[in-house]
């Protein structure tokens, strides 16, 4: 009777604590978050803007975006937030998109512009072969889990 007990009351212990763990360690681990006049200044001249929202089709209570999205030749910025979580990459697509399986069926189509390092607020520096014009939307994926957070259509 004991040691059913204990594997359970173990295996749930191992559990939570790994998930607390994934969960806290990208807040833990994350750089100072610029301000908005820093945000501004590195993305420099915005050419587009959009909005991150909350209520996208794949995005829940644990993944998610909001706030204004700035994009120019040189940057990307969200000046708003995004649900914390590890391994996040910032992609620029062709088309809009709100779910996992539209995200994998473009990928191959999408720009992979650097990481999201950052959760209220973010800049990210569009390398030079990347031509922000040539594309709709950016959007924030969970590159290990390959999960969903949220997506902004800019033009």
């Known amino acids: ?6 594997l359970t009351t173990h ?25 908005t006049e820093q945000l501004r200044q590195q993305v420099g001249e915005t050419m587009f803007t959009g909005q991150f929202r909350r209520d996208l089709t794949d995005s ?5 975006g909001e706030g204004t999205l700035h994009v120019s030749a040189k940057a990307i910025a969200l000046e ?21 399986a ?9 720009a992979q512009v650097g990481h999201v390092r950052t959760f209220d607020n973010f800049v ?18 969970c590159e290990s889990f390959g999960q969903f957070i949220t997506a902004a ?3």
């Open 11 to 35: 295996v749930v212990a191992i559990a939570v604590g790994f998930a607390g763990g994934v969960y806290l360690t990208p807040i833990l681990i994350a750089p100072d978050a610029p301000t």
């Open 102 to 110: 539209d995200f994998n069926r473009l990928k191959p189509r999408m």
């Open 124 to 141: 990210v520096d569009v390398p030079p072969h990347i031509n922000p014009e040539r594309y709709t939307t950016a959007i924030v994926w």
């Open 153 to 155: 259509k800019y033009r």
């Open 1 to 6: 009777m004991k040691r059913p007990l204990l």
């Open 60 to 64: 829940d209570a644990l993944h998610w």
């Open 80 to 100: 708003g937030r995004v649900a914390p979580g590890p391994d996040y990459r910032l992609y620029l697509s062709p088309e809009f998109i709100d779910t996992e």
